[in-house]
């Protein structure tokens, strides 16, 4: 009977759980893409690849999400790519299970003051176990020059919400994916080190991936990645949300985590 070496056991356990990150990462990153793609295509007069559907504010929308545009559609992203662990599913609320098909409600305002891209991770029309609400807002002069800049926010927040799909009770959704566990939580830093309101979001066990997954799904490397939310903090600090030496404990935790559980080239 063949034996395996300890170190080389080891070595193979590390490269299966290095793999399965890179699947799920893989997963939800062409699960975002083709969200925003239907996205883009829709506010630019398109037809999107994704099956969707006109819906109205007055009677298809049963939770107020603070609306303001004026074009709403339901997107059929499809069903959710990664696994839901049954575990994690209070089945006196799901007595049937939880359903993976995600919805995707577009709200529009083309006449806003300024650009602004906003979601949520919850369905608002209640007809789906599994949704999130993106509203892009824009000014009426907005400039086709800008569409990169915009394709790139809705990307962002679309991973944003999709990474809280899969937090289970931790952002109030219905099941938990395989993988989020203690492990994947683990950060070097947390709220308590900081004082300031916005800081302490910021370092939420449950933001930090959401944020960090929004700004990878657009950084082609780690370098690019650290200058995204250098700016993005630095922004923060001018308007004064948060105090330098939070935004260095902010990006010391985040950059940290980067390195641990971004599993693909460049990172």
Not at 105 to 111: F, T
Not at 181 to 208: G, M
Not at 218 to 227: G, S
């Amino acid at each position: 009977m063949q034996t395996i070496d300890y170190d080389d056991f080891v070595a193979l356990i590390r490269e299966t759980i290095s793999e399965a990150k890179r699947t799920q990462d893989k997963r939800l990153r062409t699960f975002t893409n083709n969200i925003t793609r239907s996205i883009m295509a829709l506010y630019t007069g398109r037809k999107p690849a994704l099956e969707y559907s006109v819906i109205s504010l007055k009677d298809d929308i049963n939770v107020d999400p603070n609306t303001a545009g004026d074009e709403f559609y339901e997107i059929e992203a499809g069903v959710f790519p990664l696994a839901l662990d049954p575990e994690s599913i209070d089945t006196e609320i799901y007595e049937d299970g939880v359903d993976p098909f995600l919805l995707v409600v577009l709200e529009i305002d083309r006449n806003a003051e300024t650009f602004n891209v906003s979601a949520s991770d919850k369905s608002i029309t209640g007809m789906s176990d599994l949704g999130i609400h993106v509203a892009v807002e824009t000014p009426s002069k907005f400039s086709k020059n800008e569409m990169g800049t915009l394709r790139d926010e809705v990307a962002n927040a679309v991973r944003h919400e999709l990474e809280h799909v899969t937090q289970g009770k931790e952002s109030d959704q219905p099941a938990k994916a395989f993988g989020r566990d203690e492990k994947y939580y683990n950060f070097i830093y947390s709220p308590k080190e900081v004082d300031s309101k916005h800081a302490k979001y910021l370092l939420k066990p449950s933001e930090i991936p959401a944020h960090i997954r929004g700004y990878t799904q657009n950084a082609k490397n780690i370098d690019q990645f650290k200058l995204d939310i250098e700016n993005l903090l630095s922004g923060y600090v001018s308007q004064n949300l948060i105090s330098k030496n939070e935004k260095q404990v902010v990006f010391d935790t985040w950059t940290d985590w980067v390195e641990t559980n971004i599993n693909r080239k460049g990172f």
